[in-house]
């Protein structure tokens, strides 16, 4: 279990695009696989993205495959989310969370990982 840090949501119009980033601790963070969730107000928690520890394998949702891209650097000790072509509809709390799995392996289910960041607010206008 890690502390992780999410920033750089904001306000921004449709069309427009933001880099998130997930924060997570000095010399072992590059050993957890780290998933990207978002909830919108009223809705069910709901997948994104998803990293393996050395960032060789990545995995998106279909519903975004194409406008969000996954990354990470662990010289930052950060995995990033890139999202563009925002739409009203993207508004929503974006979450990440993290699984130690140094094997390499990767995750997309809210149980598979044991440590969430607080959130960071995405709003879209049209």
């Known amino acids: 279990q890690v502390q992780l840090v999410e920033s750089g949501g904001r306000l921004v119009q449709a069309g427009g695009a933001l880099r998130l980033s997930c924060t997570g601790p000095e010399r072992t963070f590059l050993n957890f696989a780290v998933g990207w969730f978002r909830q919108a107000p009223g809705k069910e928690r709901e997948f994104l993205a998803t990293v393996s520890a050395n960032g060789a394998r990545t995995y998106v949702a279909e519903s975004v495959k194409g406008r969000f891209t996954i990354s990470r650097d662990h010289a930052e000790n950060s995995v990033f989310l890139q999202l563009n072509s925002l739409k009203p509809e993207d508004t929503a709390v974006y979450y990440c969370?993290?699984?130690?799995?140094?094997?390499?392996?990767?995750?997309?289910?809210?149980?598979?990982?044991?440590?969430w960041g607080q959130g960071t607010q995405v709003t879209v206008s049209s």
């Open positions: 969370a993290a699984r130690y799995s140094p094997s390499g392996g990767y995750y997309y289910r809210e149980s598979d990982f044991g440590s």
